[in-house]
Structures are given as structure tokens and as C-alpha cells.
């Protein structure tokens, strides 16, 4: 049995299976099974019937409130392009489920209940945004999903006195504003991500059995918000006598994330906790099955990542027995399963995706926040309105009432508090497993009971199943200043090296992507960009006065120019479509770039002042990182056009297009060496290589387990600059253009990438 899944047979009799699927399951199965189809419900018409009819009672309206004929509204900025398919429709169809069935169960005090969602500015949060806050009367309530729209919308919502529930939003700026300290209107329906991790550690040392001799290591998704928990929580699970092997991080795009993986074991790690949801979780599992690892890595996840729709990702990637090797992860998982059918509300919530033909990929933990949010909101205007009446309740008297309010959303399926107002996200939390439902339709698959399969719009699905293990639980207040706040051991400082010049560089240690300018010995160093959008990707004018960079700062990402201390910056492409990685011709003239705008990667250039803006290899693959011949002549780049990522070449105008790399390989990220006699990449096992321009004569440079990326040449073609996770965390190195005598340039927490020598 692998670690991964590890169970204690002892603590599986305790939980004796109470909460898993039983009949409701089975009549999920046969709905699914025919890949019904997922309605939108019509309007409720059934008459109201007394709240008493509930399986359980909101608190009663105050004596002689009437509100039939009302309408009460609540408005979701829920953007499709920042959830999911996976999370939006689910959300989606709980919110109207639950609406029909509370309208046909008394409404709100009489009144009818509406949930109101935007349409027409399909994925952009702020339009929506500016949209219902200025409707007459404003909402006095609004939600937000996620910790980006968190942080965007914090400060507006704090100056219009809007309060907001933020569903799937855990990051530390998200509910206490960028300084981490700011009581503000935003409010997290689940613990900050530092939290969880936190709560993670109290059960590692609650079991020692499990886990004897703790060392964790975190592979985090490339975001502040995760690389933020990892750190935050960090000197707490230290004094719980917990281990750290490091912390690491990858991209969603990413496949092989060996070298991540191996660095943390090396050091020690038996349990990898990832901040990552979507596709990484699965990614992870999935690398650690590669290895041969799963029988001496725990894997333990986020709350995001605890949710079906993330076992329905990886649920292609089979072990031995036959179950997916994400099978058994941990993780918290503050609101309750569907498996949990002893909940009276969990039980409603069956009976309801029964009734609508829900399949069961949208029985997920967005289906089930439809419906407990829905509930909480009843709840939370109910008492508002009994408190000052019902035509006074404002922003600013519901979020007294969030403040305050101690509620169980449909009988537990939520534990609601936020400690009188002292917190901004849940104070409970609990550890749960992931796993799959048996063909016995009661029990977990596992040895003698197979995976059940059901057929949803023609592909057959395993059915997830969440199975807590503790119950909900004090989580520890670990953002900066918390109660629980832990310092972190002080590492041994690193002895640095040194080279000559002066080097910009991408960095996250400010919670978010700004560019720094440091001297080649670390000194000087300077936030050149200081903004709380996103920075990055700066390259140096072959003049040395300017710097290029792309940042998010007008909404999109653009390609923007600043002088070398940081001033004047300008935005040079204006396009909705992203526009990234700027690369400068060798005579200053033009900048090469990847634009997004034509709906693919496709390498543009344009003049230095941003006119002129052309499509250079107009291509239906992805093209990107240009890099240009110290001649002119030629830009080379990396494409997936043959369709395995490999290094191209091509004439100026875009012509000529040259695979240089074989087709088996996946190389990415290039850069010409100034006497234009090699090109150095990123190889398929993220080493440093280095090749002549026709591509011949390939060398691997690094040959480390870890991951070096980025490569970037010195003015005078002696050294190699590029980042490495060697030793825990993306920072800055350089070496010799032999690959000899490597130095490390950057010591901090955060990751350092992206650099640029000055000429």
C-alpha cells in the first residue's frame, strides 16, 4: 500500500464508514450512469411553505416582517476565466438549486430570493464589479472566488462599504490587504492557506504512528499566495518538532517535475505538502509514481486542492491496483463531502442534485458552496434585518453581522466564525483523504471492491470521494502577527559569489512579481518597479539607459519600457492580449516579443517605440522566449510546432523557421552568446546546454537533479547567468560559459529568476 494512500486500519474501523456514500450514492450512480444532462432549473413555482419545513431553521424573521412581493438579491463576481469550467458550472448550479429550493421553502421572511450573476463582461472582475457597485441601493452584500479578485477588490470594497464572502480565497493579502495586517471587508469561507498548512502539522504530530519521524517539503504552484503559506507556517510546524527539507515551486504547465521532487527527498523530506489545485496535485502524485516514490512520500494538499473535481484530473494515472496514484491524499477540507450522508444538509444536498439530474462531475465542493453560501447569506440578512429593521440593512450592518456571527450553514455542512471580528477567515478546519468510491457503492475501492465507473456525456469517470479524518478544529492564526506566529529557524547564511556589472531580475520576495537591480556582488540592491501588479521579465537596452519588462499594471499583460533607475516607464503594445517576454535587437531598435493576442503564443516584433507591432511566425502552435543573432539576422525561439517542444531559428522577418533541437526533446528558453557562435537553452531535463547555431555539437552544462532555467550570457561571453531550485528555491547563479566554477548571486525565501545583464 503506498504511502501516499497509507491508512491505519485501526482508524479506518473508528470512522467505521458513517460518512460515506450509501443509497444517495447509488441513486447518483444510476442518474449518471445515463450522462443526464445539467439543466438549468426553471424558476421555482411551487407556493411557499413554512420555513418549518426545513430540515433545519434559520433564526425567525422578527414578528410582523412580511417581505412576499420582496425581492432579495445577491450578486456573485464570478469570473469564468479565473474559475475553471470545473468550479464555475458547479457553482453555478448550486447556487440556482438551492435558490429554487429555499424560494419553495418561505424564501427570505416571505420574500423571493434572487442570485444575480453578470453575463456581458465575461472574465473581468472589476467591470463586473463596478457594475453592481454602482447600482441604487447598492448591494449590501457581494462574492468574490479567489484570492486574486481578494486583493484586487479589497480596497474598493472597503471605500463603497460592500462586505464580501470570499469562496476559494485564502491568501493572507486577500483578507487582510497588502501589509497582512488590515481588518478590511473581505472576508475568506475557509482558513487562510497559511493556516491550513498549520493545521496540517497538528495532525502530523496528533499521529505518530503515521508519521515517526516528520520532514516536510514544500512543491508549491509559482504564486505568492503559496510560496506566502509555505513560509508563514513554516516556523510553526519547526517548533511542533516537524522537519524542513525546502521549499520548491513549478508551473501548471509544467510535466516533469522530477528534479523538484528529488531535491526535497535528498533532503530529507517524507512528506511533500503542495500549495498548488487545478492539475498540480495530480502532476505532483503523478511524478512521485514515476519515481517510485509513493510508498516513502506522504503527499498532503490545500483545501483547493481537496475537492473531486481535482480527482476527476487525476484520475488517468493508475497504480498498480488499478487506483489513481493521487489516491489517498491528505488535506483539509473545511466544508463538509457529499460523502458525509450522515449531515442533515449534505442529505439535502443529495436529494437536491438527485431531483436536478446533477452529474457527477458537477457534485463537486463548488455545488456544495452554492448551496451552504446560499444559506449563510439567508442567514446573515435575517439577522441584520432583525437587528435595525429590514429597509436599514446596509454594507456596513452586514458585515457587523459576518463579524459576529457563529452559524452552521444547513447544520454543519460549514463551521462559520470569525471570532467576533478578530479574523477574517475561518477559525475551524478540518484533515480529510482523498479517495474513490468502491463498486460496493458504500465503501472506498481498495482491495476486493474496484473503483465504480459511471459514464458522464460519453467518458466513463471513478467517482472521488472525500473522507474526513478529524473533526473541525481550532486552525492556528499564522499570518504575520497572528496569535500562533512562529519565527522560522535562521538558516546558515549562504556564502555568495560575486561577478562584475550590474543585474536586473524577477523577484516575488514582495508578495507579488516586481524587478530589483542589484550589482553583480549584491549590493545596490533596489525595487525598480515597486507596484502591486505583476513585473517581470526585464531585459537590459544593448545601450544599457532603458529596460524592458512585461507587467499586468493596465489589466492585460503589455510589454512596457522604463529608464534604468525605474523611471519613465511607458506601455508599448496597448492589447488585450497578453504580451510577454521582450527581447531587444542588438542595435536597440526593434523588441521582439510574445503576444497571445491572435489566441496562441506567436513571436512579434515592433519598433522601440512600440509601433509597427508584427506577427512574425503566425503559426497554430506556441512559440516563445526570442532570443536575437548578435548580427540581426536571425531570432531564435522555442516552439511546439512539430508538436514537442524544441529550439528554433528564423530569419528576421520570420522566414526560414529551422528546427535546431531533435524532435524528441523539449527545449525552451534560449539565448544567442554575443559573439553569436552558440545558443544556450534549457534542456528536456532543466539543465543549462549549449549548442552551435546550426545545432549541432548539444551540451549539457548543469547536470544536476535540480531544475536551471533561464539561461542568460554576460556582456563579454564568459559566463552564464541563470536561475536554480538547488538549494530549495529558485535563486540566481552564474558560471563559466564551460559550465566550471558555478556561484549562487541570491539569498532570500522568495524566487529569484528571470535576470539581465547590464551591457
Given at each position: 500500500?503506498?504511502?501516499?494512500?497509507?491508512?491505519?486500519?485501526?482508524?479506518?474501523?473508528t470512522?467505521?464508514?458513517?460518512?460515506?456514500?450509501a443509497?444517495?450514492?447509488?441513486?447518483?450512480?444510476l442518474?449518471t450512469?445515463c450522462?443526464?444532462?445539467?439543466?438549468?432549473?426553471?424558476p421555482?413555482?411551487?407556493?411557499?411553505?413554512a420555513?418549518s419545513n426545513?430540515?433545519?431553521?434559520?433564526?425567525?424573521?422578527?414578528q410582523g416582517?412580511?417581505?412576499?412581493?420582496?425581492?432579495v438579491?445577491f450578486?456573485h463576481?464570478?469570473?469564468?476565466?479565473?474559475?475553471v469550467?470545473t468550479?464555475y458550472?458547479?457553482?453555478r448550479?448550486?447556487?440556482?438549486d438551492?435558490a429554487?429550493?429555499f424560494n419553495?421553502h418561505?424564501?427570505i421572511c416571505?420574500?423571493?430570493?434572487?442570485?444575480?450573476?453578470?453575463?456581458?463582461h465575461w472574465?473581468?472582475?472589476?467591470?463586473i464589479?463596478?457594475l453592481?457597485?454602482?447600482?441604487?441601493?447598492?448591494?449590501?452584500?457581494?462574492?468574490?472566488?479567489g484570492?486574486?479578485?481578494?486583493v484586487?477588490?479589497g480596497?474598493?470594497?472597503?471605500?463603497?462599504?460592500?462586505?464580501?464572502?470570499?469562496?476559494?480565497g485564502g491568501?493572507v493579502?486577500?483578507?487582510?490587504?497588502e501589509?497582512g495586517?488590515?481588518?478590511?471587508?473581505?472576508?475568506a469561507?475557509n482558513?487562510?492557506?497559511?493556516?491550513q498548512?498549520?493545521?496540517f502539522c497538528d495532525?502530523?504530530?496528533a499521529?505518530p504512528d503515521?508519521?515517526?519521524h516528520?520532514?516536510?517539503?514544500?512543491?508549491?504552484?509559482d504564486?505568492?499566495?503559496?510560496?506566502?503559506?509555505?513560509?508563514?507556517?513554516?516556523g510553526y510546524c519547526?517548533s511542533?518538532?516537524?522537519?524542513?527539507?525546502?521549499?520548491?515551486?513549478f508551473?501548471?504547465?509544467?510535466?516533469?517535475i522530477?528534479?523538484h521532487?528529488?531535491n526535497?527527498?535528498d533532503?530529507g523530506?517524507n512528506i511533500?505538502?503542495?500549495?498548488?489545485?487545478?492539475?498540480?496535485p495530480?502532476?505532483v502524485a503523478r511524478?512521485l509514481?514515476?519515481?517510485?516514490?509513493?510508498?516513502?512520500v506522504?503527499?498532503?494538499?490545500v483545501?483547493?486542492?481537496?475537492?473531486?473535481?481535482v480527482a476527476?484530473?487525476?484520475?488517468a494515472?493508475?497504480?498498480?491496483n488499478g487506483?489513481?496514484v493521487?489516491?489517498?491524499?491528505?488535506?483539509?477540507?473545511?466544508v463538509?463531502?457529499?460523502?458525509?450522508t450522515?449531515?442533515?444538509?449534505?442529505?439535502?444536498i443529495?436529494?437536491?442534485?438527485?431531483?436536478?439530474?446533477?452529474?457527477?462531475t458537477?457534485?463537486?465542493?463548488?455545488?456544495i458552496?452554492?448551496?451552504?453560501t446560499?444559506?449563510?447569506l439567508?442567514e446573515a440578512?435575517?439577522?441584520?434585518?432583525?437587528?435595525v429593521g429590514?429597509?436599514k440593512?446596509?454594507?456596513?450592518e452586514?458585515?457587523?453581522?459576518?463579524?459576529?456571527?457563529?452559524?452552521?450553514?444547513l447544520d454543519g455542512?460549514?463551521?462559520?466564525?470569525f471570532?467576533?471580528?478578530?479574523?477574517?477567515?475561518?477559525?475551524?478546519?478540518?484533515?480529510?483523504?482523498?479517495?474513490?468510491?468502491?463498486?460496493d457503492?458504500k465503501?472506498?475501492?481498495?482491495?476486493?471492491?474496484?473503483?465504480m465507473?459511471?459514464?458522464?456525456?460519453?467518458k466513463?469517470?471513478?467517482?472521488?470521494?472525500?473522507v474526513?479524518l478529524?473533526d473541525y478544529?481550532p486552525a492556528p492564526?499564522?499570518?504575520t502577527?497572528?496569535?500562533?506566529?512562529?519565527?522560522?529557524?535562521?538558516?546558515t547564511?549562504?556564502?555568495?559569489?560575486a561577478v562584475?556589472?550590474?543585474?536586473?531580475f524577477q523577484?516575488?520576495?514582495?508578495?507579488?512579481?516586481?524587478i530589483?537591480?542589484?550589482?553583480g556582488?549584491?549590493?545596490?540592491?533596489?525595487n525598480?518597479?515597486n507596484?502591486?501588479?505583476?513585473?517581470g521579465h526585464?531585459?537590459?537596452?544593448p545601450d544599457?539607459?532603458?529596460i524592458?519588462?512585461?507587467s499586468?499594471?493596465?489589466?492585460s499583460?503589455?510589454?512596457?519600457v522604463?529608464?534604468?533607475d525605474?523611471?519613465?516607464?511607458?506601455?508599448?503594445?496597448?492589447?488585450r492580449?497578453d504580451?510577454e517576454?521582450?527581447?531587444?535587437?542588438p542595435d536597440?531598435?526593434?523588441?521582439?516579443?510574445?503576444s497571445?493576442?491572435d489566441?496562441?503564443?506567436e513571436?512579434?516584433?515592433?519598433n522601440?517605440d512600440?509601433?509597427?507591432?508584427?506577427?512574425l511566425?503566425?503559426?497554430?502552435?506556441?512559440?516563445?522566449?526570442p532570443?536575437?543573432?548578435?548580427d540581426?539576422?536571425?531570432?531564435?525561439?522555442?516552439s511546439n510546432?512539430?508538436?514537442?517542444?524544441g529550439?528554433?531559428?528564423?530569419?528576421?522577418?520570420?522566414?526560414?523557421?529551422?528546427r535546431?533541437?531533435?524532435?524528441?526533446?523539449?527545449?525552451?528558453?534560449?539565448?544567442?552568446?554575443?559573439?553569436g557562435?552558440?545558443?544556450a537553452?534549457?534542456?528536456?531535463?532543466?539543465?543549462?546546454?549549449?549548442?552551435?547555431p546550426?545545432?549541432?555539437?548539444?551540451?549539457?552544462l548543469t547536470?544536476?537533479?535540480?531544475?536551471?532555467?533561464?539561461p542568460h550570457?554576460?556582456?563579454?561571453?564568459t559566463?552564464?547567468?541563470f536561475w536554480?531550485n538547488?538549494?530549495g528555491n529558485?535563486?540566481?547563479?552564474?558560471?563559466?560559459?564551460d559550465?566550471?566554477?558555478?556561484?549562487?548571486?541570491?539569498d532570500?525565501?522568495a524566487?529569484d529568476?528571470?535576470a539581465?545583464?547590464?551591457?
Amino acid at each position: 500500500m503506498s504511502a501516499i494512500r497509507s491508512f491505519h486500519s485501526d482508524q479506518k474501523e473508528t470512522l467505521s464508514f458513517r460518512r460515506l456514500i450509501a443509497l444517495v450514492v447509488v441513486s447518483t450512480i444510476l442518474l449518471t450512469a445515463c450522462g443526464a444532462p445539467t439543466p438549468t432549473p426553471a424558476p421555482a413555482t411551487v407556493a411557499p411553505t413554512a420555513a418549518s419545513n426545513l430540515p433545519f431553521t434559520h433564526t425567525a424573521c422578527a414578528q410582523g416582517v412580511d417581505l412576499t412581493g420582496q425581492t432579495v438579491s445577491f450578486y456573485h463576481i464570478l469570473n469564468p476565466d479565473d474559475q475553471v469550467d470545473t468550479v464555475y458550472d458547479p457553482l453555478r448550479a448550486g447556487y440556482a438549486d438551492a435558490a429554487e429550493y429555499f424560494n419553495a421553502h418561505g424564501g427570505i421572511c416571505g420574500g423571493t430570493l434572487e442570485q444575480v450573476f453578470d453575463e456581458t463582461h465575461w472574465g473581468d472582475s472589476q467591470a463586473i464589479y463596478d457594475l453592481f457597485s454602482a447600482l441604487d441601493p447598492k448591494p449590501v452584500v457581494v462574492t468574490i472566488y479567489g484570492s486574486g479578485d481578494g486583493v484586487q477588490l479589497g480596497p474598493q470594497l472597503a471605500e463603497d462599504e460592500i462586505p464580501a464572502l470570499n469562496i476559494r480565497g485564502g491568501s493572507v493579502a486577500s483578507a487582510y490587504g497588502e501589509d497582512g495586517q488590515t481588518l478590511g471587508w473581505v472576508f475568506a469561507a475557509n482558513p487562510l492557506y497559511v493556516d491550513q498548512v498549520g493545521a496540517f502539522c497538528d495532525y502530523v504530530v496528533a499521529n505518530p504512528d503515521r508519521f515517526p519521524h516528520p520532514v516536510i517539503g514544500f512543491l508549491n504552484f509559482d504564486d505568492a499566495w503559496a510560496q506566502t503559506a509555505s513560509e508563514g507556517a513554516l516556523g510553526y510546524c519547526q517548533s511542533l518538532g516537524i522537519g524542513y527539507a525546502g521549499t520548491s515551486t513549478f508551473s501548471g504547465g509544467d510535466g516533469y517535475i522530477h528534479p523538484h521532487i528529488q531535491n526535497l527527498v535528498d533532503t530529507g523530506a517524507n512528506i511533500i505538502y503542495t500549495n498548488s489545485h487545478e492539475n498540480g496535485p495530480a502532476l505532483v502524485a503523478r511524478n512521485l509514481f514515476e519515481m517510485g516514490l509513493q510508498d516513502k512520500v506522504t503527499l498532503a494538499a490545500v483545501n483547493r486542492a481537496m475537492d473531486p473535481y481535482v480527482a476527476f484530473s487525476g484520475e488517468a494515472d493508475l497504480d498498480a491496483n488499478g487506483l489513481p496514484v493521487i489516491n489517498g491524499m491528505l488535506g483539509s477540507m473545511p466544508v463538509r463531502s457529499l460523502a458525509e450522508t450522515d449531515n442533515p444538509g449534505i442529505q439535502l444536498i443529495n436529494a437536491q442534485a438527485d431531483e436536478h439530474q446533477r452529474p457527477v462531475t458537477i457534485r463537486t465542493d463548488g455545488y456544495i458552496f452554492g448551496w451552504s453560501t446560499t444559506d449563510l447569506l439567508i442567514e446573515a440578512y435575517i439577522q441584520t434585518g432583525n437587528r435595525v429593521g429590514f429597509d436599514k440593512i446596509t454594507g456596513a450592518e452586514m458585515k457587523k453581522t459576518l463579524e459576529n456571527i457563529v452559524y452552521a450553514p444547513l447544520d454543519g455542512v460549514e463551521q462559520i466564525d470569525f471570532q467576533g471580528g478578530a479574523r477574517r477567515a475561518l477559525a475551524a478546519d478540518r484533515i480529510g483523504e482523498m479517495e474513490y468510491l468502491g463498486q460496493d457503492g458504500k465503501t472506498s475501492a481498495g482491495t476486493g471492491n474496484p473503483p465504480m465507473m459511471v459514464t458522464v456525456d460519453g467518458k466513463q469517470h471513478m467517482v472521488p470521494m472525500i473522507v474526513p479524518l478529524t473533526d473541525y478544529q481550532p486552525a492556528p492564526d499564522l499570518r504575520t502577527g497572528g496569535a500562533d506566529s512562529v519565527p522560522a529557524n535562521t538558516p546558515t547564511p549562504v556564502a555568495l559569489g560575486a561577478v562584475s556589472g550590474r543585474i536586473v531580475f524577477q523577484t516575488n520576495r514582495d508578495g507579488n512579481h516586481e524587478i530589483y537591480l542589484m550589482n553583480g556582488d549584491g549590493t545596490g540592491l533596489t525595487n525598480l518597479t515597486n507596484d502591486p501588479k505583476n513585473d517581470g521579465h526585464p531585459a537590459w537596452s544593448p545601450d544599457g539607459k532603458k529596460i524592458a519588462f512585461e507587467s499586468n499594471r493596465d489589466g492585460s499583460v503589455d510589454i512596457w519600457v522604463m529608464n534604468g533607475d525605474g523611471s519613465g516607464l511607458i506601455n508599448l503594445t496597448h492589447d488585450r492580449g497578453d504580451d510577454e517576454s521582450p527581447a531587444w535587437s542588438p542595435d536597440g531598435k526593434k523588441i521582439a516579443f510574445l503576444s497571445r493576442r491572435d489566441g496562441n503564443d506567436e513571436i512579434y516584433v515592433m519598433n522601440a517605440d512600440g509601433s509597427a507591432q508584427t506577427n512574425l511566425t503566425n503559426s497554430p502552435a506556441n512559440e516563445g522566449s526570442p532570443s536575437w543573432s548578435p548580427d540581426e539576422a536571425k531570432i531564435a525561439f522555442d516552439s511546439n510546432r512539430d508538436p514537442n517542444d524544441g529550439i528554433f531559428v528564423m530569419n528576421a522577418d520570420g522566414s526560414g523557421v529551422i528546427r535546431l533541437t531533435d524532435k524528441s526533446e523539449g527545449n525552451i528558453w534560449s539565448a544567442w552568446s554575443p559573439d553569436g557562435q552558440q545558443i544556450a537553452f534549457t534542456g528536456p531535463g532543466r539543465d543549462i546546454s549549449i549548442m552551435n547555431p546550426d545545432g549541432s555539437d548539444q551540451i549539457d552544462l548543469t547536470k544536476g537533479p535540480a531544475d536551471d532555467s533561464g539561461p542568460h550570457w554576460s556582456p563579454d561571453g564568459t559566463q552564464i547567468m541563470f536561475w536554480s531550485n538547488r538549494d530549495g528555491n529558485n535563486e540566481l547563479y552564474a558560471m563559466n560559459a564551460d559550465g566550471s566554477n558555478p556561484v549562487r548571486l541570491t539569498d532570500n525565501p522568495a524566487d529569484d529568476t528571470w535576470a539581465s545583464w547590464a551591457p
